[in-house]
């Protein structure tokens, strides 16, 4: 098992559609671009930031861009144009005014490498705006990885991870200051009002717990999920409304290009 990009679940992932898009909605909020002409969402997912950017765009040329063919039939069913590629190799095959990316790039590795060659595909003044959950050192993705080690799916699961981690604030800053005219970087941390059964598991389950999922025998699920959910209940109690209340840390990059 490896940190690969997972197989997605899109009923999964849109348990959450509400709070899984109001980042996308500050990001998007952020961009200011005169007269863009071409936009692309890099790691568009099931399509649900496609429609903000046609809102806030009128009348550009909007693409999503996915490595998923599932997601990409939930984002195609909804109208959007879409293109099947591997977000990490991709580049447009002419510089394109906006690249926004939300909740997608933290799968990728080597972002020394993956965002000045992003800056690279944007026409000069274009803007990069993009939205990492900055959550490695957390309780919902560091007790994965103690789950997995826990019972007798470990050798399934051995030496597998979830999402790498992203780099510090100021890495990318050092990286990509003199590559761009400006640069704006900030964190936010969301305070995500969830409900149900096991909320907590069900929100990892349509993201960071996928790499196991896909890596476990269906047998080995029910038993993982469970360990799992012991292991989140001190951190995330359910409160006296019966929600559960998710922190959530997400880092935002704004740069344009010189």
Known sequence: MSATLPDWDPEQYLRFADERLRPAIDLAARIVHPHPKRVVDLGC???????????????????????????????????????LADIAKWSPPKPVDVIFSNAALHWIADHAALFPKLLACLTPGGILAVQMPAMYNEPVRTLQAAAAASGPWSAQLAGGASAPPILEPEVYYDLLSARAASIEIWITRYLHVLRGEDPVVQWAMGTSLRPYLDALS???????????SALLQPHYPRRADGSVLLPFRRLFLLLKKK
């Open 45 to 83: 997912g099931t399509g649900s930031a496609l429609a903000l950017l046609s809102a806030r765009f009128p009348g550009v040329e909007l693409v999503g861009v996915d490595s998923s063919p599932v997601m990409l039939d939930k984002a195609r069913s909804a109208g959007a144009k879409t293109v």
């Open 218 to 228: 269906p047998s080995d699920r029910p038993g993982f999920l469970a360990a799992y």
